[in-house]
Nanobody, 122 residues
Framework: QLQASGGGLVQAGGSLRLSCAAS????????MGWFRQAPGKEREFVAA????????YYLDSVKGRCTISRDNAKNMVYLQMTSLKPEDTAIYYC?????????????????WGQGTQVTVSS
């Protein structure tokens, strides 16, 4: 089970840190990702991190502004977002992928949290 939190209303240029709490003893075997979905748009990949934090990868439009990290001891994944823009407004979801290997495809992720709303005002 995944529980995302940390969303809110922020002005353009501001920052937010999203958190995702995972339950279960196998968290540290899952590849973790963040996705987002804006109104009227399809869900899109934002960032992902592998099991041991050895590599991360990002949507081009958030590179340099977002950092994904994880704490396997606490079963937590984070998404630090800075220099937020109105186009970052969306519901943000954390997701877990059982199979190893990088992926930006939502269909390859097995477990999903309920989402947290991020609204960036101009």
């Amino acid at each position: 089970q995944l529980q995302a939190s940390g969303g809110g209303l922020v002005q353009a240029g501001g920052s937010l840190r999203l958190s995702c709490a995972a339950s279960g003893r196998t968290f540290n075997t899952y590849h973790m990702g963040w996705f987002r979905q804006a109104p009227g748009k399809e869900r899109e990949f934002v960032a992902a991190i592998n099991v041991n934090s050895g590599y991360t990868y990002y949507l081009d439009s958030v590179k340099g502004r977002c950092t994904i990290s994880r704490d396997n001891a606490k079963n937590m994944v984070y998404l630090q977002m800075t220099s937020l823009k109105p186009e970052d407004t969306a519901i943000y979801y954390c997701a877990a992928k059982v199979a190893s290997g990088r992926s930006a495809l939502s269909r390859e992720y097995d477990y999903w949290g309920q989402g947290t709303q991020v609204t960036v005002s101009s």
